[in-house]
């Protein structure tokens, strides 16, 4: 089995709304990688490792500083909203599949606007038209 994939808390709906954009070609390269695999027919069982320092997608980033960031007051803050919204602790591991089934449950359609409250992505509708596809697919 492969290692865990470790996400910061906000990753998780990043993940979910990605469409390759990004902070740097790198950054944007490394991602899609990530999201393709969790996209992939199998990537519900994946498992995921929960951190809140610089994660998987954050490897390449050109605002990573070791295993914090250049724009921390901002990330920790994004980081807090969606770990208290997903109850995801430090540590914590769960699938993707588990995953989509907490932001179904604990993530309305037009939380984003709140939750992801500074994000440079957010104006673009990108989540949460991910996330209204993620309400309307529930089974
Ligand atoms: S709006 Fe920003 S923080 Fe929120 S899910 Fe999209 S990329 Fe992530």
Redesign the pocket.
């Known amino acids: 089995m492969s290692p865990p994939i470790q996400f910061r808390p906000?990753?998780f709906?990043?993940a979910?709304?990605?469409q390759g954009k990004g902070y740097s070609n790198r950054f944007t390269v490394n991602m899609a990688e990530i999201v393709n695999r969790l996209r992939a027919p199998s990537g519900d069982e994946l498992e995921i490792a929960v951190t809140f320092e610089a994660d998987h997608i954050c490897a390449p980033c050109p605002h990573r500083r070791g295993s914090g960031c250049a724009k921390a007051e901002k990330i920790h803050a994004?980081d807090a909203r969606?770990a208290q919204a997903l109850g995801l602790a430090d540590g914590a591991r769960l699938s993707w599949g588990e995953a989509q089934q907490r932001i179904r449950a604990q993530v309305p359609p037009g939380a984003?606007a709140t939750?992801?409250d500074g994000?440079?992505?957010?104006g673009?509708g990108?989540?949460?038209t991910?996330?209204a596809a993620l309400h309307a697919a529930k089974r």
Not at 119 to 122: A, N
């Open positions: 906000h990753h709906l990043c979910l709304g990605f994004l969606h984003l939750l992801c994000c440079q992505w957010l673009l990108l989540c949460e991910a996330l």
